[in-house]
């Protein structure tokens, strides 16, 4: 069982739709990231949220940290081709030096145009 | 500003063959670490490195090992690859920022133990 589960595993949607991810733990989290990958390359960094209760936008994209601290969201806005790609998202257990990040499972996410 | 790199991107080894990873970061970064990424597994930490001169295991550290080199180098080596290393090798380092720690990874070394 991993500490940090991720749903949807795979979505497939048309272009335009809306889409929302899900990053869930029991545990709680001084911190939590999203990154994107792309085939053949490494993650890249999105966002990081770090007050319970913290939304951040990024464009089209909207990031939610839950109140307690033990999930996050993401939401995506009318869905483009571009946004195609693995989304993992990635957390600091709470009193830890922050050494280490456990990774979700990840959610593989295809936009058709 | 490069980031970081790793080297080789590709790799096909026999059981029981050893290699080397390489990884460089030019941020200035204390802390280095290298992930594997396997079909349905996420990102699995197998050593870091929190600044120059330390090692420390992660998740899934056994048939590796590393050296950190220097401040912007830490290398992976695997002594006698087996056909359950065969994965895809991450190397990242981080950065404090906005009350968090960031990573910034490479872009792999896809790796085939035949």
Partial sequence: TQLLEQSPQFLSIQEGENLTVYCNSSSVFSSLQWYRQEPGEGPVLLVTVVTGGEVKKLKRLTFQFGDARKDSSLHITAAQPGDTGLYLCAASLQGDAGNMLTFGGGTRLMVKP | NAGVTQTPK????????????????DMNHNSMYWYRQDPGMGLRLIYYSASEGTTDKGEVPNGYNVSRLNKREFSLRLESAA?????????ASRRYSRRSYEQY?????R????
Avoid: E
């Avoid at chain 2, 590709?10 to 290699?19: D, E, I, N, P």
């Avoid at chain 2, 990874?105 to 070394?109: A, M």
């Avoid at chain 2, 790796?111 to 035949?114: A, E, G, K, M, Y």
């Fill in chain 2, 10 to 25: 590709f790799q096909v080894l026999k059981t029981g063959q050893s290699m080397t990873l390489q990884c460089a970061q």
């Fill in chain 2, 83 to 91: 056909p359950s290393q065969t994965s895809v090798y991450f190397c």
């Fill in chain 2, 105 to 109: 990874f490479g872009p792999g070394t």
């Fill in chain 2, 111 to 114: 790796l085939t133990v035949t």
